[in-house]
């Protein structure tokens, strides 16, 4: 029975294929808690940014007649990123723990539902250069795809542990400065890879691969 749901069908598409309750309960927590990683960031660059925030609080304690400097203001406003960056921090700690989570999975779910399966089965289908050539290769780099964002998500947890415990870990400045600017780069990766992932699977459930996102609800399974 190995392979059974990537064995391409001629009635449908071969991106239809089960997915396992965990992968599926694996998904859609990845997706809330990166949605909401990415909203704390939007956050402390809009409405907590310090630098906007300083006028903000000079003008309102200058309505109560009090007159502060622009650094007295400066350590309020940055007290309300810092609160947001603990927030993104203990989601971080979340995403941290899904990808733990998603390892454990890949090892436990049936066979032919693993990543390296479908990954490996892609490869030699391709090979078969048949009339479904274009399909099997579009497939594989759909899973490559999703390799790609686990190394992404490996190395932005990484970083970002490697920011939140720096300190007790006595890494110096420059290093955490380094953490800091790789971790920022990174997630210019990860908006990237969400941006096809979604137009991805909106163009494919609106072309010939219906039924592609309720799969991932319902998991396909009969
Ligand atoms: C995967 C787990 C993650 C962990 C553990 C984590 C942790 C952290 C920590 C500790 C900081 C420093 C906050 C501070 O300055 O006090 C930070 C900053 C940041 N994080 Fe994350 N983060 C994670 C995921 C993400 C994701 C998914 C994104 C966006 C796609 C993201 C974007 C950022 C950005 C833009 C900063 C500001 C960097 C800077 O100082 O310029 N992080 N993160
Ligand atoms: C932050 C946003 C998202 C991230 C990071 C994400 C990530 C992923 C990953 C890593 C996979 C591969 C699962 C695996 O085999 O391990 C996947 C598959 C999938 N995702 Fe998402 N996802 C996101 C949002 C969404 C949304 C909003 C939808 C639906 C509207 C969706 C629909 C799907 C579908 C249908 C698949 C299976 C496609 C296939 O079989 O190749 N995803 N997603």
Redesign the pocket.
């Known amino acids: 029975m190995a392979n059974q749901n990537i064995t391409p069908n001629p009635e449908t598409s071969i991106?239809i294929?089960s997915?396992s309750a965990p992968?599926r309960i694996?998904?859609w927590l990845?997706?809330l808690f990166?949605?909401s990683s990415i909203v704390t960031v939007l956050l402390n660059s809009t409405m907590f940014s310090q630098r906007d925030n300083v006028k903000l609080v000079q003008e309102q304690l200058e309505k109560k007649g009090v007159t502060v400097t622009e650094e007295q203001a400066f350590a309020v406003s940055h007290e309300y990123e810092e609160k947001m960056w603990d927030v993104h921090k203990l989601v971080g700690y979340g995403l941290a723990f899904l990808l733990l989570a998603?390892i454990v999975i890949e090892f436990t779910q049936p066979e032919e539902e693993k990543?390296r399966n479908r990954l490996k089965r892609a490869k030699e289908l391709r090979a078969k250069n048949d009339a479904n050539k274009a399909e099997y290769n579009h497939y594989l780099k759909?899973?490559l795809s999703?390799t790609i964002?686990?190394l992404i998500l490996f190395c932005m947890a990484l970083t970002g542990l490697g920011i939140a415990f720096g300190r007790d870990l006595g890494f110096s400045r420059e290093i955490n400065g380094s953490l800091k600017n790789i971790h920022a780069i990174l997630q210019y990766f990860m908006y990237s890879?969400?941006v096809i992932?979604?137009a991805g699977?909106?163009i494919a459930e609106n072309g010939k691969i219906k039924g592609?996102?309720s799969?991932?609800i319902n998991g396909n399974r009969s």
Do not use: D, P, S
Request: aromatic share 26%; proline share 0%.
């Open positions: 991106f294929q997915h992968l694996w998904h990845t997706f990166i949605t998603r990543l759909v899973k999703y964002f686990f890879f969400i992932h979604l699977v909106i592609l996102v799969g991932m």
